[in-house]
């Protein structure tokens, strides 16, 4: 047991360290230069986000900007919502998506069309889902300024509404902090350690063009994460960035929501690798499904320290949740979440062995 728990001891440190190299937006940002920059949002089926969406919009203090809404074959409201909120306001251009070509993922090729409009210096892909505070834009050039990156990307701050949500969502962080050596992810070009969010990269425009764009990646299930190793491959810089105080997504409204997501992107997100994969559910099932059965052992037994291990997995779960701005009261559901994450993982590991397709917005995808 001393073993053990000196192993989640080990854990808590290391998560506290790589956290050092995380640079976060800077609470006032200096700019070097006034860019324009083109920020572009991909819509499907999004008319319960427009009208928030667009109010972060235009509430942004970035003077220099313009804002590209492409709708992307939406079969609900969102083209109505977009005009009813953009009005006249001249900084907004609704574009509107063509037939998705074969082999090319929805909104990969949403993102295609939408950077073959823009004219900026920089391009910022934003999610449907996002919100952000008036300064988020220019706090992130900023931070790409001062670093030399031609790649920001970030994962936000989480609304989590549905239950799955809770378990699922908030793990995004904690494997960034845990498996991810953030130095190596921000200060090499080492392909392997990299992160990236498609909710919310900004890009330096001419070194997005010289990587191909989304053409690059055109038929990628995670290809946020893909085109960020297409930006290190060709020698430029990105920065994973904790963007949390400045902006938030709620990604998913229910439970069914939250699984189709996950389940497209869980095993693609390992490289579909099985040796990974087992590996995965071998570690978490040691050290953060079995703790709490532990903790309980202890508790009736009177061997108490046997409560550790449990007591170690919370405090790691509590710092990822106090950094990243999310809900504290979650970390004490880290068994639960381990286990959603591990569920996931193995269903959608299975979908891939049977060849059956993956479900997203109306669209399949193998």
Not at 59 to 74: K, P, V
Not at 208 to 234: F, N, P, W
Not at 262 to 271: E, H, P, Q, V
Not at 284 to 310: E, H, K, M, Q
Request: proline residues 5%.
């Amino acid at each position: 047991m001393a073993i053990y728990i000196g192993i989640h001891l080990f854990f808590l440190a290391w998560i506290i360290i790589n956290r050092l190299f995380l640079p976060a937006l800077p609470k006032q940002p200096q700019l070097s230069a006034d860019p324009l920059v083109s920020v572009l949002v991909p819509m499907r089926n999004e008319e319960r986000n427009v009208e928030v969406l667009i109010k972060s919009l235009k509430n942004s203090t970035y003077g220099h900007a313009e804002f590209i809404i492409l709708n992307d074959q939406s079969t609900d409201g969102t083209q109505a919502e977009l005009e009813r909120a953009i009005a006249e306001d001249s900084r907004f251009t609704i574009l509107h998506g063509t037939q998705l070509p074969d082999g090319w993922v929805g909104k990969v090729h949403a993102c295609h069309q939408l950077q073959q409009a823009a004219s900026g210096d920089y391009l910022l892909f934003v999610d449907a889902d996002v919100r952000f505070r008036p300064k988020a834009i220019e706090q992130s050039l900023s931070l790409m300024q001062q670093k030399g990156a031609q790649l920001l990307t970030g994962f936000p701050a989480f609304d989590v509404a549905p239950f799955l949500s809770k378990l699922l969502v908030p793990m995004l962080h904690f494997v960034i902090l845990f498996h991810l050596p953030l130095a190596l992810a921000n200060y090499t070009k080492f392909k392997a350690a990299t992160a990236a969010n498609g909710m919310w990269m900004m890009f330096e425009s001419r070194s997005y063009q010289k990587i191909g764009g989304h053409t690059a990646v055109y038929d990628s299930l995670v290809e946020d994460v893909h085109i960020a190793r297409k930006v290190k491959k060709h020698g430029f810089k990105v920065v994973l960035a904790n963007i949390t105080m400045s902006v938030k997504c709620r990604m998913y409204t229910t439970n069914a929501e939250v699984w189709e997501g996950f389940l497209k992107n869980s095993y693609a997100g390992i490289g579909r690798s099985p040796v990974i994969a087992t590996a995965l559910i071998l570690f978490y099932s040691i050290f953060y499904i079995l703790p709490p059965f532990l903790a309980l052992y202890g508790l009736f037994s009177g061997f108490y320290w046997w409560i550790v291990p449990y007591l170690l997995t919370v405090a790691q779960r509590w710092y990822v949740d106090m950094v990243t701005n999310q809900r504290w009261y979650l970390s004490f559901l880290i068994p639960l979440q381990a286990a959603a994450m591990l569920a996931v993982l193995v269903e959608s590991m299975r979908k891939s062995f049977k060849k059956q397709p993956y479900s997203w917005k109306g669209r399949h995808y193998s």
